[in-house]
């Protein structure tokens, strides 16, 4: 095979809030490089996923989802999806199966419609949650959409991450509509993120189960030090991680903490595990809660905590 047949490029799969971009990104990976949440606007970061094979590499772009936003944090968010929008080769739109087509659908519809050189595919998620009359009149509900908006669908694929059906289908096709180009990563690098970056986003997942009303949006994560603890056995490494959650209020210090420190204990054990995976080493897990008062309308404070 010469260079000139290696295919390589981006792909973004964008939506709305909760309609299953991270889960299937996860699913495209067959590993974990992405929090999910049943939470709205759980993704506040682009993040690169990236499958290579023999002839061709495939770098997916997972975005947060696009939505009005009531707080600086949310426009940096949208402004950094739309920034995206404009460096891929093909963007994916994601709407559910089990739910009707609406206007965050069609605003992000239109605003990919007028991308010049993208490869534009719909792809029907959740599937795993319509019957069968549900799916097809999504399908051609989705057709519709397209054609109002000026959108030409390259695909429209139904497809369901948590039950891995048609997942293959969807990175085949997003691969075939690469072009020619080089190898933009190693063959075993899986994502771009950072390993800290990673990590803070594995605490702030195990801190989002549970919590309600506006309590999602206030938390934030930051990393302070990492490091593997010296005069271990090398059979038996053990990594120190020192971590701050920052919500808004001292009264959502309080929820979060919980009744004798019970919750925070709980948040602190569900992460250490999931890094543990990652990480393949044992973990010891200093976690502290912090007041940042509105950190999210916050320019200084956005800055300090990575927006």
Same mark, same amino acid.
């Given at each position: ?25 996860? +699913?495209?990976? @067959? ?14 970061? #682009? ?13 997916? $772009?997972?975005?947060? @989802? ?7 944090? @949310?426009?940096?968010? %949208?402004?950094? &999806? ?15 199966? %089990?739910?009707?087509?609406?206007? @965050? ?7 990919? +419609? ?44 139904? #497809? ?8 293959? $289908? ?35 997942? +195990? ?27 090398? %059979? ?10 920052? &919500? ?7 929820? #979060? ?25 044992? #973990? ?6 912090? $007041? ?16």
């Amino acid at each position: 095979m010469t260079n000139t047949e290696f295919t390589s490029g981006f792909a973004a799969i964008v939506g709305r809030p909760n309609t299953g971009k991270s889960t299937l990104l996860n +699913a495209a990976m @067959g590993s974990k490089v992405a929090i999910t949440s049943d939470r709205p606007q759980t993704t506040r970061r #682009v993040i690169r996923a990236i499958i290579t094979r023999p002839d061709g590499q495939l770098i997916l $772009v997972d975005t947060p @989802g696009i939505h009005r936003p009531r707080t600086l944090l @949310g426009e940096r968010l %949208n402004d950094e &999806v739309m920034d995206t929008y404009g460096t891929v080769d093909a963007v994916a739109l994601c709407i559910p199966a %089990n739910e009707p087509i609406g206007p @965050g659908d069609r605003y992000i519809a239109k605003s990919i +419609a007028g991308l010049s050189k993208s490869i534009y595919f719909a792809l029907v998620t959740k599937t795993d949650l319509g019957n069968p009359e549900q799916i097809a009149k999504q399908l051609l509900a989705v057709e519709k959409l397209g054609q109002e908006v000026g959108l030409t669908w390259s695909a429209i694929i139904p #497809v369901s991450a948590k039950s891995d059906d048609q997942v293959d $289908v969807v990175v085949n096709e997003l691969m075939k509509a690469m072009p020619t180009g080089p190898q933009f990563f190693p063959a075993d690098t899986v994502t771009d993120e950072p390993e800290e970056i990673f990590i803070a986003e594995l605490i702030r997942e +195990a801190a989002l189960k549970g919590v309600q009303d506006e309590l999602p949006h206030s938390i934030a994560i930051t990393i302070e030090d990492m490091s593997l603890r010296e005069d271990r056995p090398e %059979n038996f490494p053990l990594t120190d991680i020192y971590a701050n959650l920052f &919500v808004e209020r001292d009264s959502q210090k309080a929820i #979060v903490i919980g009744k004798s420190g019970a919750r925070l204990k709980r948040v602190g054990t569900e992460a250490r595990l999931e890094i543990e995976q990652f990480l393949g080493t044992a #973990v010891f897990l200093d976690l502290r809660v912090k $007041v940042a008062k509105n950190w999210q309308r916050d320019p200084k404070q956005l800055r300090r905590l990575g927006f």
